[in-house]
């Protein structure tokens, strides 16, 4: 890929970047995007990690320094991130989102530890935000005109969010069949929005091709590397903020793993983001063990699990047709590092039925207090499944990403919650209508 015309200033902990599929290392600034071997498009790319220089990380910064850190957001974590300036990043607070103990729900589980990280209270509201704060400010790093991104919604609906807040033009291709509310955000916040008439697949692989032909910066999944290191930070907060409300159990700690944490899948750029996360805390010795990862698929999106099952290192495509937009994708772009996760870890990946998903909403709403969309009801309902097939003990430590705000999908919502009861303005009625439900409490 092209180099870009400006020379960088490098991140100061960052000694590089390494090809997933063929080993090749790159210096910062080398290559923008995917590795020669493999630069087209389809699951097989040729991502790169970032790569850091840990002991000189490590002997730099105390691992309290960072979460003293008077900025509670991502900001912080900047010596973990692949940014020369920690100014470059966007002016909105991006993550900093509350890790939820979560008794109810935990009991109908039979779980003792159970811990909901609410990702959906990010400006835009979905996870997104860190990668897209991320995207933004590399481009502003490198004096890109134009950012451009292809989405399933909530990535652009990100990147649009930070991009207004920095005053950075963008180009967003999403599929015509997103839903309205994140459509609606991208409009408002003055992105131009280019609606494909087609799949999420389509949509990135034009995408792609119009970054290349107009030089713009892509911010797309899986292609763009940095990606990961905006979504790891969801599981540095998980670390830091499992040890504080664990002080008690295993004494003063600033960062502790959880035993298993489950997060929905799609492309895969999620589960890779919050391995690299731990990963990132085992090198610096911050945490003693590696949580066991779970990535949730829907059986009607399920190409990551299918090569899973399967022992393969790409993924055959599908065509998903599930209910559950987010991690709608026939041919996952980030197959290498979702895959390694969950092999590395221990963990496993699971594909649930969309009823099990839209289902999973309303124990997350009414044991939890947690409004999810489709996606991240689906880490839920994978938790549920992981329960049943004895796949987590009673007593270990567990953490569910809500990936994304219920009020993305309010249509999903509605499906799952039911209707409501439609009464004349009358006390008769309301009467009529509590005999009717009878004995049912109002938020069972
Ligand atoms: C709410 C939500 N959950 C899960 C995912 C899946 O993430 P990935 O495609 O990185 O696997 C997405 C991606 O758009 C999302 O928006
Ligand atoms: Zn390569």
């Known amino acids: 890929m092209a180099t870009s015309a400006i020379v960088q200033e490098q991140p100061p902990f960052v000694v590089g970047l390494r090809c997933l599929r063929c080993g090749t290392t790159y210096r910062v600034g080398e290559l923008d995007y995917v590795c020669s071997c493999r630069p087209n498009t389809g699951s097989d790319l040729g991502t790169l990690d970032v790569i850091y220089d840990y002991q000189a990380l490590a002997q730099a910064i ?7 850190d008077p900025d509670r957001g991502i900001g912080r974590f900047w010596p973990l991130l692949p940014l020369a300036r920690r100014e470059s990043l966007p002016p909105l607070p991006v993550g900093d989102t509350p890790l939820l103990a979560v008794p109810r729900l935990a009991d109908s589980l039979g779980l003792r530890h159970l811990f909901i990280k609410d990702d959906g209270r990010n400006p835009s509201a979905s996870l997104k935000d860190r ?40 180009v967003i291709f999403v599929p015509k069949a997103a839903p ?26 034009l995408c792609l091709a119009a970054c290349r032909e107009f030089g713009w910066y892509n911010r797309s999944t899986g292609y763009n590397p940095y990606m990961t290191e905006g979504k790891k930070t969801v599981s540095l907060e998980i670390g830091a903020q499992l040890a504080q409300a664990q002080t008690d159990l295993a004494g003063p700690a600033p960062f502790l793993a959880p035993d298993a944490v489950f997060v929905s899948v799609g492309d895969g750029c999620i589960l890779g983001g919050v391995h690299k996360g731990f990963q990132d805390l085992l090198a610096l010795g911050w945490i003693d063990r590696m949580p066991r990862l779970y990535g949730v698929q829907s059986t009607r999106s399920a190409a990551l699990y299918n090569a899973w099952r399967a022992g393969r290192e790409v993924p055959a495509p599908v065509e998903a047709t599930t209910r559950a937009d987010s991690i709608s994708v026939d041919a996952p772009r980030d197959p290498f590092k979702a895959l390694r996760a969950v092999r590395e870890t ?19 709403a009414r044991l939890a207090g947690v409004f999810a969309e489709p996606a991240g009801a689906a880490a839920l309902a994978g938790l549920a499944q992981a329960v049943e097939q004895g796949l987590v003990r009673p007593d270990e430590t ?45 938020q069972d």
């Open 131 to 170: 990668a897209s704060a991320i995207a933004v400010a590399r481009a502003r790093e490198q004096g890109a005109a134009v950012v451009a991104t292809a989405s399933t919604g909530n990535a652009a609906a990100a990147l649009a969010v930070l991009s207004a807040a920095a005053g950075q033009p963008n």
């Open 180 to 205: 309205p509310a994140k459509i609606a955000q991208l409009l408002v916040h003055g992105s131009l929005v280019l609606a494909v008439d087609g799949s999420y697949d389509q949509a990135y692989d």
């Open 62 to 68: 105390p691992p309290g320094q960072l979460m003293a």
């Open 398 to 442: 567990v953490v569910v990403i809500n990936t994304g705000s219920g009020l993305k999908d309010v249509g999903a919502a509605m499906e799952a919650g039911g209707a409501p009861v439609v009464i004349p303005p009358t006390l008769e009625a309301v009467r009529k209508a509590l005999a009717d439900s009878s004995g049912r409490r109002p």
């Open 346 to 364: 221990g963990g496993a990946f699971l594909a649930v039925p969309d009823e099990a998903i839209l289902a999973a909403i309303l124990p997350l």
